[in-house]
């Protein structure tokens, strides 16, 4: 008799721990986190997992330059930075984020139509001087003091020769003047000295130049020999991260990240695009998003003004009506209503 009490006791505990274990499973699987941290239906977590591998064999087959997470650039005339892991943003899968950036680069294109280099310039030469005088300045003031500089010096010849405080008081309206004076000498002497006075067109000789990093190196091979290459300045930097193209932040990574999301032909272009748009809506301070035309597309919405006709007042250069930065602007900006940048000491 106690025996078989004993058994019918134990039988209905079990039955009452059993609800309960169900429960605890059921409530674990549920919800599953993600790599962001968030949780999903255990049924979608489930069928994202299975998935993965076919995703994975997909990209493999139509990007073969793509391997599961790991993104490898080759590139002949310009190699970016090398292999990095590249991470779409939030539930966005890579076809999704290779998509938008795509459309966001072709929406650019029809707001910015006569986008192109912002510095004047008229050979390989008067460019990566040019590019060199622009850091930490606007390229509306080296356009502004380039044309004392190479009526002076026209050739690599001529600067590598020059007295070091005459090019700085002509270069000391760009800042950092005694800097960018050495800089210049020193690239135009390295020119001559190794180059036969000729600027290199390929990534591994122009870094060599002093003054010359990765950025100035691409501006010169996209713009003056018409090689494909990123710019990632600090307007590119910015946009491509509120955009979510890529969380890297060290400009190498960067211009990898970005180049596996586009045919290595736009790049130039694609450089082009971003940066007249971080300087003329897509400020760092305050953007205009109640301007932007690609509002819907950037995850960022909303950190700058909102409001369209106040957004409108924040518009910059031609989508304000005021001048541009160069003094010498190709003709289709011209033709769309661009107005050429006041030689120095005029505005």
């Keep these: 008799m106690t025996s078989g009490t004993a058994a019918g006791k134990s039988a209905t505990a079990s039955k009452k721990a059993a609800p309960k274990k169900a429960a605890a499973k059921k409530a674990a699987v549920k919800k599953a986190p993600t790599a962001s941290g968030k949780t999903v239906p255990a049924k979608t977590a489930i069928k994202k997992a299975a998935g993965t591998k076919k995703a994975t064999e997909a990209r493999k087959t139509a990007h073969p330059e793509v391997v599961g997470e790991k993104t490898t ?161 600090t307007h590119f930097q910015r946009l491509v991260r509120r955009w979510q193209w890529t969380d890297q932040t060290d400009p190498d990574k960067i211009e990898a990240a970005v180049g596996a999301l586009f045919p290595k032909s736009d790049w130039t272009m694609l450089s082009h695009h971003v940066i007249f ?21 950037c995850p960022a919405y909303g950190e700058g003004e909102t409001d369209p006709e106040k957004a409108k007042k924040l518009l910059k250069y031609e989508k304000g009506g005021f001048p541009g930065q160069r003094l010498k602007p190709p003709q289709a900006y011209l033709d769309a209503g661009g107005k050429p940048a006041p030689p120095l000491g005029t505005g």
Excluded: M, W
């Design 277 to 297: 748009h971080g300087r003329r809506i897509c400020h760092a301070r305050k953007p205009a998003c109640g301007a932007c035309p690609i509002a819907p597309l």
């Design 73 to 233: 650039l080759a590139v002949k005339d310009a190699a970016p930075a090398k292999t990095i892991a590249t991470k779409p943003p939030g539930n966005e899968s890579r076809a999704a984020l290779v998509r938008r950036a795509r459309r966001i680069d072709r929406e650019l294109a029809e707001v910015y139509p006569y986008a192109h280099p912002e510095l004047d310039f008229e050979s390989p030469f008067q460019l990566i001087v040019a590019t060199v005088l622009s850091a930490q300045t606007t390229d509306l003031r080296v356009n502004q003091t380039t044309p004392a500089l190479f009526a002076r010096y026209p050739a690599p010849e001529d600067l590598a020769a020059a007295n070091p405080e005459e090019v700085e008081e002509i270069l000391r309206p760009t800042g950092f003047f005694r800097a960018k004076t050495k800089s210049v000498i020193g690239l135009s002497k390295a020119l001559v000295e190794q180059f036969g006075g000729e600027v290199p067109d390929n990534v591994e000789d122009l870094v060599k130049l002093p003054g010359v990093g990765r950025k100035t190196a691409f501006v010169v091979l996209g713009n003056a020999f018409g090689h494909p290459g990123i710019t990632v300045d």
